[in-house]
């Protein structure tokens, strides 16, 4: 089932034209990403996933606008990205909460950094919460509450700012595996709602299958568009999904490509 090159579409939203990342340090210097090609479109969910360290982590600092390409270019929409975009959401693995704020400060951080009036804010923030079953915690420290909790925050404060993209680094990796069952669940349910497009990083072939429109398989470093998988699965994809043959089909298509880049970076 591997995917036709269907070129430009109009309705990319994202579009990662041969780009190439050398980060230069005193060691020397690494050469992250080569030659990396990526069109994704309007509510979309794409999931790159290959061996640690192929630059996984740089195309989505990349898209985000932390850093630039060395070559090559990504485009939003057709205009190039060349600071950080004020579009893209970020959830990183780790959850990257105030430790000083509450749950609901939190996620109110960001509309009030854009200056969203105190009541919309407000409301809007017991919206996101309510959503992710979180009620009742909305005056809880961080520090208070489970890994999945947290992580449910998180993911409540990038949407708070209903950015248009949610760039998802590893999100769920620390979670335990019935917690991240769930997680996929409400992602799924809150990003089919709001259209956003999303771009995930997983090292789960099992979660890139459950979450994604698209598959893309990394070569090992510097990292290349190995494969990539068009993800027919029907929806809602419940957790028995993954029983199906076709999901075990691709599983098992998948994971052997990457197996190969996984042998390749450890050099076996
Ligand atoms: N700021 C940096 N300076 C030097 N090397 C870096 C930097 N960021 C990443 N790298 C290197 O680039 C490669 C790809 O890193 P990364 O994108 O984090 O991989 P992944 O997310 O797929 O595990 C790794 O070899 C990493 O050590
Ligand atoms: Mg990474």
């Given at each position: 089932m591997a995917e036709k090159d269907t070129g430009h579409m109009s309705s990319s939203i994202i579009r990662i034209e041969d780009v190439t990342k050398v980060f230069h340090s005193r060691k020397g210097n690494v050469e992250a990403v080569r030659g990396f090609s990526l069109d994704v479109h309007k509510g979309e969910v794409v999931t790159l996933v290959g061996?640690?360290?192929?630059?996984k982590t740089t195309i989505l600092n990349m898209v985000a606008g932390f850093i630039r390409p060395t070559s090559g270019t990504v485009f939003l929409e057709d205009s190039p990205i060349n600071k950080i975009e004020p579009r893209c959401g970020m959830i990183f693995q780790s959850y990257a909460l105030f430790p000083w704020l509450t749950v609901k400060e939190n996620v109110e951080f960001g509309p009030r950094i854009n200056g969203i009036p105190g009541i919309k804010r407000n409301d809007e923030a017991g919206r996101y919460i309510d959503m992710v079953g979180?009620?009742?915690?909305?005056?809880?420290?961080?520090?208070?509450?489970?890994g999945g909790m947290r992580q449910r925050v998180a993911l409540c404060r990038a949407l708070a700012n209903e950015p248009d993209i949610l760039l998802c680094d590893?999100?769920?990796?620390?979670?335990d595996a019935m917690t991240r069952q769930v997680m996929q669940q409400e992602l799924l349910q809150i990003v089919g709602r709001s259209g956003q497009t999303v771009l995930f990083i997983t090292h789960s072939i099992d979660e890139a299958l459950v979450l994604s429109d698209r598959v893309v398989v990394m070569s090992a470093?510097?990292?290349?568009?190995k494969d990539k998988f068009k993800i027919d699965l029907p929806?809602?994809?419940?957790?028995?999904?993954?029983?199906t043959d076709d999901f075990l089909a691709l599983k098992r298509n998948i994971w052997d490509l990457v197996e190969e880049e996984v042998r390749a970076s450890m050099k076996i």
């Open positions: 061996s640690s360290g192929c630059g979180l009620e009742g915690f909305e005056d809880s420290y961080p520090g208070e509450l489970s590893e999100p769920f990796a620390a979670l470093r510097p990292g290349q568009v929806h809602p994809r419940k957790v028995d999904i993954q029983l």
